[in-house]
């Protein structure tokens, strides 16, 4: 493919309700679309950076300024451009790896598109729809979490997820399974602990939860395996994954049972399989996390969560749980699962008139005039 440029577009939607957790309240979710346009087709990605620098050192504002000055260009002399190519033309930037993958995607859908292939059929997808779950923040009250929980459970959702952080973690869990009996929950602790806290987190594991996931700092694996020896809930890590060679690390270090893949985080869905393999390949189980995506990003998480290694229901619920009105046509849950997108690609293509009367801010990065890859 030829790359004439690429369109980075940011966007607003307003949230169902606000979504609290450890790292604060989202009312808004501010996203950046990346359009990849080339002389076949063009491909869409989303990148997971959120406002401010809090679940990463990424945010969207920076997101797009890195891809404008640096990423983008470092495409133009690619020769034969694939999505394959991308990553070892970015590797000289250091981190930044929600914009890489978010570029990355763009340029596989484009070429899954001219192919006439799915995203699902490219990852090695084996299911047609995904079992569900719905991750559930920090509420002002126990009754109102309930309220909340019994909400999701009549939607049909499998699974529940509760946020938590010190000061709001065992009795809320406590609450939830003598409300609902057995059901499958996990907890969400988004870095909130420190290794002092191991002997309060043992009080989570007479509730039988699925996983406790990533309760300590990212870089800290020797303090995971340490609290994983401790608690019999099962850890499971994600910000400390960042790619198959941190899973690999962290799997021989004991330092977890458990794999959330998240793409953004890891720099794309391609390496996004490679974590998949190699949690397969040890016996380790992997499931799709969400990072609160329009329907661009929902619509690829469907087909990584499809993956043969993704043995629990992830977070990619329907739209309606965080949007009125999404930016694709909607997916919309189905005796608790999703279909994964057939169509070319992703799948999926924003709405124009949606697209536009959401968009905050459009910017063209055309490729340098004579550098087109052949």
Known sequence: MKLSGVEIRTVELPLVSPFRTSFGTETVREALLVRVVTDEAEGWGECGAGT???????????????????????????????????????????????????????????DLRVRGVSFGHALGAVRETVPCGVSVGITESIPALLDAVAGYLDAGYLRIKLKIEPGWDVEPVRAVRERFGDILLQADANTAYRRADARHLAHLDPFDLLLLEQPLAEDDL???????????????????????????????????????????????????RRIHDVCAAHGVPVWCGGMLETGVGRAANLALAALPGCLLPGDTSASDRYYRTDITAPFRLVDGHLAVPTGPGIGVTPIPDVLEAVTTATKWVPVPAGCHPS
């Open 52 to 110: 401010a620098p809090l679940y990463s050192s990424e945010y969207t504002h920076a997101a797009a300024d890195v891809l404008t000055r640096f990423l983008v260009p470092a495409l133009a002399g690619v020769p034969g451009l694939d999505a394959h190519r991308v990553a070892p033309a970015l590797a000289p930037f250091k981190g930044h790896r929600m914009a890489k993958a978010a570029l990355e995607t763009a340029v596989l859908d484009a």
């Open 222 to 272: 020797i303090g995971h395996a340490e609290l994983a020896a401790r608690l019999t809930t099962p850890i499971c890590l994600d910000e400390s994954i960042v790619s198959a060679r941190a899973a690999a690390d962290a799997i021989a270090l004991g330092a977890c049972r458990v794999v959330n893949i998240k793409p953004g985080r890891v720099g794309g869905y391609l390496e996004a």
